[in-house]
């Protein structure tokens, strides 16, 4: 529920004014009703059989059915008898209307979704030496029209333990388990947006733009075309793997390495031209190839600490990833088409910037045309700069010779000034997760972090730009001009002050390029706890069986020695966007636990 009434205000002293219908503040009091009824169902059946103390079978099949079911209702009600009071019978008569009647709007909307599979799996191990599992799904989707709605989904693996071997027996003192695996399988992915992705809607809540009897009249309005061959995304994987244990099973140590092929991803298809008037329909019209690996390395043991044992633990995980476009139509490599076969994903193009200009002589003589990235609104010319570049603007690169600033022909290998300068795609993600218990007392302690992710600020990040986006912002960092070009202060961070040049894509700082491109690897105290429970011996003698004292911490503290600025958390600038997102927060939990 949500209610708005006429607002009052004061410019001066003793004169209050009111705010009203024709200022946009309207007296509405909007209620909403959503239904949203998700049902599953699952059976299946399990046989399992040993025999010979050697072979073991398992095998499970089974039918998964799902649906949900979701309905919209909304109620606007106008001119309500009571601003204190909200009920959808107070709403009054519309002045505006000659014959008084109620103004009141409705809107609804309702969506079906409904998926099905039959899955099985078999799974068999020879005293437990050597292991075989074969899966298969066949799932359908209403998201897809007749003939395009299954997909199968077969996926196998086999695994080696070599230290069930007769041969390994001379290395078990010290090497407790040594195992090699491989799979390959296929995922269907149908998540989407929308219900109805291969339907053209009708749209039944616009008006006409033009008056017909004096009124604006309902209108009705088809979607954008689409493609009725839409069907399953694919996701197929090979992985090879190792585990290898020692000392006891106190080290031990997991490698994977991996690729996978999306296929049929689902993008926007051919360019169509303006002529067509609507906007270009998702197909599955491109390949992507991932390749990356994992590796987990753990230690874990105890020794006596003043005669009370201390058991202690350290893993460190870490991965990397690599992905590339394998199949899409576009033989050119136009970037008008987005992607192209052999680009790396998350790759990040821009001009190169190599500083800023001394004088307002050396601006104004520079025989490099910026206009593709001089809005003119706020970069005009005059008599003393005939480009409208001062001292303390960027000065842009002319890679190519050409005497202007610009994408050549904006395609791969003709892109005049354009280069790839970065990757927003995460590398080297980590995670360090550290424990000890000793005499009642625990510690766990869990760091998370990538090692590097690049990341231009966004058009209008306000976060990072500050009144370089909109000179008019309430909140301006702290000692921020410290950070802005001035006569006295040219080895500055920022170019000279000036409004509204990063807010838009065409402008110095909305445009990418090398000056500002950030690293946003980070390392991040994401968990602390420390507890400590009371002894036995305190609590012996009376009802309560245990007494435990704790802390936890969350998001405690971040290192991105990358990132230029105090204001912008990594994780938030991983998000893209113009950064108006609720920070990261910091949390502290003191509690007691008591078991009686």
């Known amino acids: 529920m949500n209610r708005s009434v006429e607002g009052q205000y004061s410019m001066y002293p003793g004169v209050v004014q009111v705010k009203n219908d024709k200022d946009g503040f309207y007296d509405v009091l909007s209620e909403s009703a959503n239904t949203n009824i998700y049902q599953v169902y699952n059976l299946y059946a399990t046989y399992e059989n040993l025999w010979a103390d050697a072979h073991a079978l398992k095998i499970m099949a089974g039918v998964n059915y799902e649906t949900r079911w979701i309905k919209d209702l909304g109620l606007k009600g106008y001119n309500l008898y009571s601003t204190e009071l909200n009920d959808q019978n107070l709403v009054g008569a519309d002045p505006a209307d000659p014959d008084g009647k109620k103004r009141m709007e409705t809107s609804g909307g309702q969506n ?39 997909v199968f989904s077969p996926s196998a693996s086999i695994g080696w333990r070599i230290s069930e071997e007769p041969f390994f027996t001379p290395l078990k003192e010290w090497w407790d388990n040594a195992k090699i695996r491989f799979s390959y399988g296929q995922l269907g992915n149908q998540q989407m947006s929308s219900y109805y992705p291969a339907i053209r809607t009708v749209n039944t809540a616009g008006k006409s733009s033009y008056l017909l009897g004096g009124a604006n009249l309902p209108q009705a309005s088809l979607s954008a075309p689409v493609s009725s061959n839409l069907t399953w995304e694919r996701s197929i994987q090979s992985n090879l793997g190792v585990d290898l244990a020692f000392f006891g099973n106190r080290l031990e140590f997991s490698g994977e390495a991996y690729i996978r092929d999306t296929k049929d991803m689902l993008t926007a298809g051919e360019p169509l031209p303006a002529v067509y008037g609507a906007s270009v329909p998702q197909e599955n019209v491109a390949d992507l190839r991932t390749k990356g690996y994992e590796l987990s390395l753990s230690w874990r043991d105890s020794f006596k600490l003043g005669s009370k044992p201390f058991a202690y633990s350290a893993s460190v995980v870490f991965s990397d990833y690599v992905s590339h476009i394998t199949r899409f139509n576009n033989p050119e490599k136009l970037f008008a ?78 892109s005049g000034d354009w280069q790839i300068i970065g990757n927003s ?6 995670g360090i997760n550290l424990t000890a218990n000793w005499n009642g007392i625990v510690l766990a302690v ?23 986006a909109r000179p008019y912002m309430t909140f301006i960092p702290k000692d921020f ?109 003191f509690g007691i636990d008591i078991t009686l």
């Not at 590097?452 to 370089?468: E, Q, T, V």
């Open 112 to 150: 079906e979704l409904k998926t099905a599979g039959y899955f099985a799996r078999i799974n068999y191990d020879y005293k437990g030496r050597y292991l075989l599992e074969v899966n298969g799904r066949y799932d359908g989707s209403s998201r897809f029209l007749r003939g395009h709605r299954w």
């Open 337 to 414: 088409k987005n992607y192209w076969v052999g680009m790396k994903y998350g790759d990040i193009w821009a001009y190169t910037v190599d500083g800023l200009f001394a004088t307002d002589e050396e601006a104004a003589n520079y025989p490099v045309d910026q206009s593709k990235v001089n809005d003119s609104q706020i970069f005009p010319t005059s008599a003393t700069s005939p480009n409208g570049l001062y001292a303390g603007d960027m000065r842009f690169v002319d890679l190519d010779g050409d005497g202007a600033i610009n994408k050549g022909r904006e395609k791969v290998g003709d």
């Open 425 to 430: 795609q995460p590398r080297y993600n980590y």
């Open 446 to 468: 869990f760091f998370q972090g990538i090692g590097k992710m690049d990341w231009y600020p966004g058009a209008d990040a306000r976060a990072f730009w500050g009144p370089y």
């Open 481 to 589: 001009l410290l950070d802005c070009w001035s006569e006295e202060n040219p080895d500055a961070f920022y170019p000279r002050p000036r409004g509204y040049v990063a807010m838009n894509a065409n402008r110095p700082l909305g445009v990418a390029n090398t000056r500002y491109l950030q690293n946003i690897g980070y390392l991040r105290l994401k968990n602390l706890t420390v507890g400590y429970s009371l002894p036995d011996s305190v609590l012996k003698n009376c009802f309560i069986h245990k007494v435990r004292f704790y802390f936890t911490g969350e998001n405690l503290f971040y290192w991105a020695p990358g990132l230029h600025g105090k204001y912008v958390d990594p994780e938030m600038a991983m998000t893209g966007g113009n950064l108006r997102l609720y920070p990261w927060q910091k949390s502290f939990i």
